[in-house]
């Protein structure tokens, strides 16, 4: 054999037992076991007296250390403290040998989770157990050989739960850095699926950031920018121009989080934030120079009532939302300022609102640039349901026409059959509003609570001049109503569908009390009317049926006078009279009971030519009304 042949071949057999054994030396380094035994080493570090379970273990070597493990449990005692579906890691021999280049570590489907109530302690490893001692921060210490490496990370599905996995308080759907190495800068995507569940609906969305991360053993530096994206949130909820910018600082022994970001919608600032997050608490402060009121929109059934409506604009203020770990539900507090419409009946009035929110209850206002609308309502909110629970609400009128500021008062038949459990109170003040050419002041109170209903109003327009009405639902309905000379007009409806007149001058009193039916219970109605035009009702018709008895037409009806009395079942007319030049008047007692008979007596006190009618029958006046 030649010796360039043999020197070759010496070269090769040479060449294979250098690269056997950086083989060997990288095999013993990093083979299966000795990957496992690190983790091993890591989680006792930090979780002394848990367990590593790994369910199954994949590898190859080539040119790169393969290495696969799945189904990876962490438990102590009888608590799950994280799963993993997958870890591979991927390290070029050579990387072993020299302590220079990049690896890979691929994660997917990373559960840990974490005991809220931090009060609790796991008593089967407490610092009372010998030889155990509960680390409050959390250590990784890699070999001297892994110390220099660079890695990519890349990570699918990572999500901090609560212990018992009910709640996610944390999720990323993708994570991927960089050359990451301690000292050193890496670049770093992330990808946070945003879900909010609210009234049964789910709202979701992404944010994306890009950016730098400077890591080392105690701090890491990131430097980001990203943006939402939109998947299936409300049509009316949009989050797609919305760019954040900013810094974060991450704790990684501590689980410290502190971030600052700003927000900006078209290239234009409208506002900042700061987020913190560790083991106890996550919290978020913003600052709004001019939100999007569109983005209210989620909170549609709590903010929206009656008066406010149309969300539009912007808003300026400071939100702060706080959830304790212990504690699956979050708080709110802060304040908006914006401009919108005051919505009353179909007139928009421009003017300033602000809202005010400290956790479950949640404040607005509103005033008139003039001051002559003002408005101030207070709910409690059933946050889990977005519901307002219950709320009370004050209105102010100054100088208006006394038709708007009626168009907030609902009708007495509207409250009386109102079965809404949610409980509230409205008090309505009038001052200087005009009825016709005259000013009118007064006042109207609702509400209606667990065990009580009413409805209170009065009217004044002169100082004999008045109307008072005092309604209360009980035990027992009580109704008392006062006229004292008051112009009636087409403007006051909160007597609909009882009485109702385009005029007319009122003088007398009405008084009530009964259970269920009226017409059980005792009342008593002394009532002058005069002046009226085109006058109705449930009353006026009843009162139209006693006259058709005696075919006496009452279409031109101007003058009226009644006393009347119920009692035991029974209504007592002791006189129904039509004024006029010929007075005619109408007395008598009717039957709740249609079996039994009834009896009215016609007559006509000023003409004596003409003799009583007297007329008897079967049946009530007010049951078609009543129906």
Known sequence: MRSSVKILLGLWVLLFLIIGGLVYSTYSKLHPEAFVALLTEQVQHNYPGAKLEVGEVNYNLSLNFNLSLKNVILRRSDKTLGTLGEIELKVPWWLLVINRGNAQINLSNLNLFIEPNTSKKDESFDNTTPGVVEKSKIEVELPQYLQDVQYTIRARNISIKDMAGSRTLLKFSKLLVREFNYGKNS????????????????YSSELWLFGDVTPDKTIWDFNYRGNFRTK???QNIQFDDVILEGKTRFKPREVDIQSEVDFSIDRKNIGNGVFAANEKKISLK???????????????????????????????????????????????????????????????????????FDNTRWDSSFISPKGEVSFFRRSVIDLD???????????????????????????????????????FTSNISIKKCLLGEKEVDGYFKIGV???????????IKSADQKFNLVFNQNKQKK?????????????????????????????????????????????????????LV???????????????????????ITHLNTLSYVQDGKLKLDSLVIEGEDPAKLSGLIHSEIEKNSHLILSYPKNKKWKPVNKEFKGVFWEKEEG
């Open 385 to 423: 349901n977005g519901q307002v629970k219950q709320y009370s609400e004050e209105l102010g009128f100054t100088g208006v026409n006394l038709t708007m500021a009626l168009g907030t008062v609902p009708t007495l038949q509207e409250l009386m059959n109102s079965n809404s459990t949610r409980y």
């Open 232 to 234: 299936d949130m409300g």
């Open 187 to 202: 670049a770093f995507e992330i990808k946070l699926p945003i879900s909010i569940g609210h009234r049964g609906m789910n």
């Open 286 to 356: 913003l600052l709004f120079t001019e939100l999007p009121t569109e983005f209210l929109n989620i909170f549609e059934n709590e903010l929206r009532h009656t008066h406010l409506s149309k969300l539009i604009g912007s808003a300026a203020g400071e939100l702060q939302l706080e959830r304790k770990l212990a504690d699956s539900k979050a708080t709110l507090r802060g304040g908006l300022e914006f401009n919108a419409p005051f919505q009353l009946n179909k007139e928009d009035i421009m003017g300033a609102w602000k809202l005010s």
């Open 534 to 556: 085109k006058s109705s009702g449930l009353l006026v018709n009843m009162n139209r049926k006693l006259w058709s008895e005696f075919n006496v037409p009452t279409e031109n």
């Open 449 to 459: 609570s667990p065990d009580l209903k009413f409805y209170q109003g009065e009217l």
């Open 479 to 531: 109704i008392d109503i006062h006229f004292e000379n008051f112009p009636w007009s087409q403007e006051l409806n909160f007597l609909s569908p009882y009485f109702q007149a385009s005029s007319g001058n009122l003088n007398g009193q009405v008084e009530g009390r009964w259970n269920e039916d009226w017409i059980d219970g005792k009342w008593l109605m002394k009532l002058n009317a005069s002046d």
